[in-house]
């Protein structure tokens, strides 16, 4: 199964790369035009086997957001740019994580990468589990979590609820696609996150 998601992978990755360069380089110009910086974000994350590597993403925040606050986003986020809150609303921020699945570090389909300091609060387990696949773009705590910059915004500590409430949720979405992982399988995510972001805009 694993080297038949690796070909579906390459293949769709690379056709998605030829086909939106267009807008890549669009999206591009917006960036450097709206605030000085580099266009694309990236960022230590854990992948397979628990290696790390860097994600890339189009930036959407200031170059040093990370110096200014937290390590996830929330709600109206004042580190965010005017391109950015735009891109971010539709999900093309995600679009460059094509990059890093024909790459092989990510798949299309799998658990969302997640940066060290909050790896180390996956229990053991299922932390094997987990970093025993590839990380991908959408899963289903993608498609649940859609709004979930909205939903840390309403607590009164956004860090403490994604660490307690939204994480261990999110693992338990990991843990279901592991024991459901086929090709089939990740045909029904990739739609169900297309109907997600079209429903929702």
Request: glycine fraction near 6%; aromatic fraction near 14%; charge should be positive.
């Amino acid at each position: 199964m694993w080297l038949g998601k690796r070909f579906f992978d390459l293949f769709f990755s690379g056709l998605g790369l030829i086909v939106l360069s267009p807008l890549f380089l669009l999206i591009a110009i917006f960036i450097k035009l709206d605030r000085p910086g580099p266009i694309f974000f990236r960022q230590k994350r854990v992948g397979l086997n628990e290696v790390p590597f860097f994600i890339h993403k189009f930036r959407t925040m200031y170059v040093d957001a990370e110096a200014r606050g937290l390590k996830i986003t929330v709600g109206l986020d004042p580190r965010i740019t005017k391109v950015g809150a735009f891109i971010r609303k539709y999900k093309i921020d995600e679009l460059p994580q094509l990059i890093d699945v024909f790459l092989g570090t990510m798949s299309l389909v799998g658990p969302r990468p997640e940066v060290p300091v909050y790896v180390e609060k996956y229990p053991s387990e299922l932390r094997k589990k987990i970093f025993s696949m590839r990380p991908g773009i959408t899963d289903w705590a993608s498609i649940e979590y859609k709004d979930e910059n909205d939903i840390l915004a309403k607590a009164t500590d956004p860090e403490s609820a994604y660490i307690k409430v939204v994480l261990p949720a999110k693992l338990g979405y990991y843990e279901k696609y592991f024991h459901q992982a086929s090709l089939l399988t990740d045909f029904k995510i990739i739609l169900a996150t297309l109907m997600a972001i079209l429903v929702k805009r």
